[in-house]
């Protein structure tokens, strides 16, 4: 599902929906009257390039069409998709809706990332309130994957559904706020812990970066996949939630917190937080402190992955549209993926074990092409590595496109063969190959056994006709 997406603002938000559409094959027109926005959607788009692939096993779609845009009228013309990103000022926006619908199709979805506003104040002066929604997004947008959707009664339902079938389909959770509230929901979170965060430092508590190791190294890391309910579950032991409120609830009542009161923001507790946090990252640039963020992100969210647990079961299931049909070849393509940065080592390029990873991979992409997939196995059979040979012929590192070439060398009785090369995408050199024999078992008895007639017959077929090469 690919289409054209406006992007209007194109600042951090802005350009990070811009990343997200064009690297899932949308076509993106941009429109922002800043002189220096291709360049800083074009930094954006560098750190997403570099990131969002690394979070699958499988290829991104080609990339969309970007263009940039002198007018409103000109960006949105047959735009499916409309991604409102300007200043958080609501006379702003409202101008920028009238001229949108000017010109607009009337059946395109127009989104705002506003993180304070509700749709209802976005949609009160508009030509078309109906087209109107919140889909409030979290930096990096084309890495995180939450999108609160907020609409009001004014939505129609086949709006919604498509919206939230769009979201979807580039990646993105759409959270629904059926009930809209200033600042949504989850910036409300944010707002409490900020508000405490700045007591703390104001009274001489704790420094900004005392705050975030709190953070870090402690609940953010439960929060990143359990939320706060199923984390407080959990804390309840066998008891459960109930035992957990009767016996923390009590301390609702204490003073712990300060929440319903506001620091004042003076110069000196301004100068005093900016002081602190220059300390703690001033060393690094904006840009490597983004490059850290991403790779830190990626890596959680791929070991997330590995246990199909929150965003990391957003991604499984993203990834299995983007899984490819494989041709015969020869050769056969039977992996194209960017190299993550979690399978990099100490010494800087791709650990020898991840090569055996992507061999398998690809093996595994063979094994499905013949027959032998999911269903198969679940019947009982399989194919079972007996051998392998790799070399290692040059470095891979992370952020690299590579691509694996397969080659049926046997394929005969409970025998399969296969050859395989991984090359560099960009200038095609060979970085190892492997030399894989695999024998056919009956996972029952768990011992070699002939394929049933119909996988025998393709891998038979792929071993004649890859025999010439």
């Not at 009930?179 to 910036?187: R, S």
């Not at 990099?344 to 032998?372: K, P, W």
């Amino acid at each position: 599902m690919a289409g054209t997406a406006a992007i209007i603002g194109g600042g951090v938000i802005g350009g990070g929906w811009a990343a997200r559409f064009l690297l899932n094959g949308w076509d993106v027109r941009v429109f922002d009257p800043d002189p220096e926005a291709t360049r800083k959607i074009g930094e954006v788009l560098d750190n997403a390039r570099n990131a969002l692939p690394m979070l699958y096993d499988f290829a991104l779609p080609d990339e969309g069409k970007l263009s940039f845009h002198p007018t409103m009228s000109e960006a949105v013309a047959g735009a499916e998709w409309i991604q409102e990103s300007v200043p958080e000022r609501l006379e702003l926006k409202r101008k920028v809706y009238q001229t949108l619908q000017e010109h607009c199709d009337a059946n395109a979805v127009i989104g705002s990332s506003t993180s304070g506003f509700k749709p209802s104040e976005l949609q009160g002066c508009a030509t078309r309130p109906d087209q109107i929604v919140v889909t409030h997004p979290f930096n990096p947008v084309y890495l995180l994957p939450l999108i609160e959707l907020v609409t009001t009664d004014r939505n129609p339902s086949e709006l919604i559904n498509g919206a939230k079938e769009t979201l979807t389909s580039l990646g993105l959770y759409p959270l629904h706020v059926k009930k809209e509230i200033d600042a949504h929901i989850a910036d409300r979170f944010l707002e409490a812990v900020w508000r405490e965060a700045l007591w703390l430092i104001k009274d001489g508590i704790a420094t900004t970066e005392e705050i975030d190791n709190a953070i870090r190294y402690g609940f953010g890391i439960r929060w990143a996949q359990m939320g706060l309910f199923e984390t407080y579950r959990v804390a309840g032991g066998e008891a459960g939630m109930k035992h957990f409120i009767d016996q923390f609830g009590p301390c609702l009542q204490w003073p712990w917190t300060k929440l319903m009161d506001v620091p004042e923001l003076t110069d000196e507790l301004a100068q005093m937080i900016a002081d602190q946090s220059d300390a703690q990252s001033g060393h690094l640039s904006i840009r490597e402190l983004e490059r850290k963020r991403d790779g830190n992100l990626i890596a959680m969210m791929r070991a997330l992955r590995q246990q199909d647990n929150a965003a990391g079961r957003l991604i499984n299931e993203h990834q299995a549209g983007l899984r490819p049909v494989l041709k015969d070849g020869p050769p056969i393509i039977s992996a194209r993926r960017v190299i993550p940065i979690d399978w990099t080592d100490y010494n800087g390029h791709m650990n020898e074990g991840r090569y055996g990873q992507l061999f398998s991979d690809a093996a595994d992409a063979i094994m499905t092409h013949v027959g032998a997939d999911d269903a198969y196995i679940a019947a009982g059979n399989s194919y079972f590595t007996a051998e392998t040979n790799i070399k290692f012929l040059s470095e891979a590192h992370a952020g690299e496109k590579v691509v694996v070439e397969s080659l049926v060398t046997q394929g005969e009785g409970k025998k399969l063969r296969c050859y395989h090369e991984m090359k560099r995408e960009a200038d095609g050199e060979i970085l190892a190959t492997s030399d894989q024999f695999m024998l056919h078992v009956n996972l029952e008895s768990r011992r070699s056994c002939d394929p049933l007639p119909e996988v025998l017959a393709r891998v038979e077929a792929l071993a004649a006709l890859h025999k010439e090469n």
